[in-house]
Each structure stands twice: as structure tokens, then as C-alpha cells.
């Protein structure tokens, strides 16, 4: 669920507002499943400096997080730590999140979270109590 959102985000940050850059993604992604078997084999170490590429471009974006406020800083932090300690960019981004929602309640700032966020935050926690 959490990269089927961030697909559709990069997607729109990229320019696609139609549904065609979904569905080309939809295709792209059934191609995959025809090459999984093939692309399985290639070793780890092979595909390390692609994914050292894509972090170093990820990182660009950490200098548009506001550092003076806590409430935006540590959530960010543990987002971008979590990634490579649970080996998985959603689960990064779920910390992120909980922290999030977290941090803003504790402090006080729980009007600056949508309904959304909330309801995010409780089925993501369900689903860690429920694995």
C-alpha cells in the first residue's frame, strides 16, 4: 500500500495527471513479473551501486527538511534510518509517519495533521500488532 502510494506520488511530481503514467506503470509492472526469475539471479553486489545511486539522489531532498523544528526533524530522521535497518523503503516511511503523528500530538500541534494521517497511523499500527 505505502509504494503504491509513493509510485503515484513520483508520478505526479514527474508530470503524469491522466492515469496514462499509471497505467504504464501497471504495464511495466507485469513486465517485471515476466523477468522476475531472470533479474533474481544477478547478485546482490551487482545491483549495490544502483541502489547507492538512488539513495545519494533521495538524500537531495533532506536539505528541504525544516531542522528547527522537531516535530518535522525526527520524524525525517527516523524515516531515512529505518529504510536501510528494516531493509524496506516502506517501513522507513511508516516509522516516519507514526513518529510523525506522534511527535505532533505530544506537542500539542495535533491540528497540523489531516484525518488521513490519523487513520493511516492507527491501520499502521494495527498491522504491526496483527504480524
Known amino acids: 500500500m505505502v509504494t503504491a ?9 514527474s508530470g503524469g495527471r491522466t492515469g496514462l503514467t499509471a ?6 509492472f507485469l ?3 515476466f523477468f522476475a526469475p531472470l533479474f533474481a539471479m ?4 551487482a545491483t549495490a551501486p544502483a541502489l547507492i545511486i538512488v ?15 522537531v516535530t518535522e526533524a ?3 530522521f527516523l524515516a531515512i534510518v529505518m529504510m536501510p535497518y528494516t531493509y524496506s523503503i516502506a517501513e ?5 509517519m507514526l513518529s510523525y503523528v506522534l511527535l505532533k500530538v505530544f506537542t500539542g500541534k495535533y491540528k497540523e495533521i489531516g484525518p488521513v494521517m490519523y ?5 499502521f499500527v494495527l498491522s504491526f500488532m496483527l504480524q
Open 5 to 13: 502510494y509513493v509510485e503515484s506520488a513520483s508520478g505526479i511530481a
Open 23 to 28: 497505467v504504464t506503470v501497471a504495464f511495466m
Open 31 to 33: 513486465l517485471a513479473l
Open 42 to 45: 544477478i547478485p546482490a553486489a
Open 55 to 69: 539513495g545519494m539522489l533521495m538524500m537531495g531532498a533532506v536539505v528541504k527538511i525544516n531542522f528547527d523544528d
Open 74 to 76: 525526527i520524524p525525517a
Open 92 to 96: 522507513g516511511i511508516v516509522f516516519g
Open 119 to 123: 487513520v493511516l497511523s492507527v491501520l
